[in-house]
């Protein structure tokens, strides 16, 4: 039996009959190819499957694609506008915030939630917010100035549109 779908993800509205007990993580690797989403653990410990379901970072290994259903869905995929990295993209090539780039995709995902409701987080609220994601690479050190880094262009890009329109 399965149950037929609807996801808007990235910008491109999907139908698709799924199994009941299909991974919203499955579905995005193994149907839609969209490989930028991690599995790491399966048991929402490690962060590599982080997602945006509905403007919010969730762990798309412990979500079933049923679940889903209706919603809008962010992968590391769409983060970017196409033309440009995001802000977070650069800041972890620029600050080195990634070694063998595993637990990138989720790193970055949920540091966007952060930054969507923090524009300007400190040091402290950069580590507690990426709790939930493990690196086994870097020791953090390099991740949270990455973050650092596109909380500081982001914030460059709004004060710089405030201007034009003044």
Same mark, same amino acid.
């Given at each position: 039996?399965?149950?037929?779908?609807?996801?808007?993800?990235?910008?491109?509205?999907?139908?698709?009959?799924?199994?009941?007990?299909?991974?919203?993580?499955?579905?995005?690797?193994?149907? !839609?190819? #969209?490989?930028?989403?991690?599995?790491?653990?399966d048991?929402?410990?490690?962060?590599?499957?982080?997602?945006?379901?509905?403007?919010?970072?969730?762990?798309?290994?412990?979500?079933?694609a049923?679940?889903?259903?209706?919603?809008?869905?962010?992968?590391?995929?769409? !983060?970017?506008?196409?033309?440009? #990295?995001?802000? #977070?993209?650069?800041?972890?090539?620029?600050c080195?915030? #990634?070694?063998?780039?595993?637990?990138?995709?989720g790193?970055?995902?949920?540091?966007?939630?952060?930054?969507?409701?923090?524009?300007?987080?400190?040091?402290?609220?950069?580590?507690?917010?990426?709790?939930?994601?493990?690196?086994?690479?870097?020791?953090?050190?390099?991740?949270?100035?990455?973050?650092?880094?596109?909380?500081?262009?982001?914030?460059?890009?709004?004060?710089?549109?405030?201007?034009?329109?003044?």
């Amino acid at each position: 039996m399965s149950v037929r779908i609807h996801v808007r993800v990235n910008g491109v509205d999907y139908h698709h009959d799924v199994e009941p007990r299909t991974l919203l993580v499955q579905y995005l690797r193994d149907t !839609l190819r #969209l490989t930028g989403t991690h599995i790491g653990c399966d048991t929402s410990s490690c962060g590599a499957c982080t997602i945006h379901v509905n403007g919010k970072a969730a762990k798309s290994c412990t979500m079933l694609a049923v679940q889903a259903d209706g919603c809008e869905i962010t992968t590391i995929e769409g !983060l970017s506008n196409g033309i440009e #990295l995001h802000p #977070l993209q650069e800041g972890f090539r620029e600050c080195h915030g #990634l070694q063998c780039g595993f637990c990138t995709p989720g790193m970055i995902m949920t540091a966007a939630d952060l930054l969507q409701h923090n524009p300007n987080p400190g040091e402290s609220d950069i580590r507690h917010a990426l709790e939930g994601n493990f690196c086994r690479c870097t020791g953090y050190h390099n991740i949270v100035k990455s973050v650092q880094y596109a909380a500081e262009k982001m914030q460059a890009v709004q004060q710089n549109k405030k201007e034009v329109a003044a």
